[in-house]
């Protein structure tokens, strides 16, 4: 539940990103205060780097390290005298 949730919010990023940069691209070219379209399209891009990092390397690692828990745990005996 967890990882599609995650999942479809970085995919919301990501989309969002891209509307924004193609925003501030438009906007670049016409007569306006451009002082900050350079920092807010930077910011942008870091965002969407990181989004992108975390979906396609951080959130599959989670995966991977979730199934070799969940298969020790199930091979573990407990050490617990209560249960």
Same mark, same amino acid.
């Given at each position: @539940?967890?990882?599609?949730?995650?999942? *479809? #919010?970085?995919?919301?990023?990501?989309?969002?990103?891209?509307?924004? #940069?193609?925003?501030?691209?438009?906007?670049?070219?016409?007569?306006?205060?451009?002082?900050? *379209?350079?920092?807010? @399209?930077? #910011?942008?891009?870091?965002?969407?780097?990181?989004?992108?990092?975390?979906?396609?390397?951080?959130?599959?690692r989670?995966g991977? #390290?979730?199934?070799?828990?969940?298969?020790?745990?199930?091979?573990?005996?407990s050490?617990?005298?209560?249960?």
């Amino acid at each position: @539940m967890v990882r599609d949730s995650l999942t *479809h #919010l970085h995919d919301i990023g990501l989309f969002c990103g891209a509307i924004l #940069l193609l925003l501030y691209g438009r906007r670049a070219y016409y007569p306006c205060d451009t002082t900050l *379209h350079r920092p807010a @399209m930077l #910011l942008t891009a870091v965002m969407m780097g990181l989004t992108a990092y975390s979906q396609f390397s951080v959130i599959p690692r989670i995966g991977t #390290l979730r199934l070799k828990a969940g298969a020790a745990i199930a091979t573990r005996v407990s050490t617990n005298p209560h249960g």
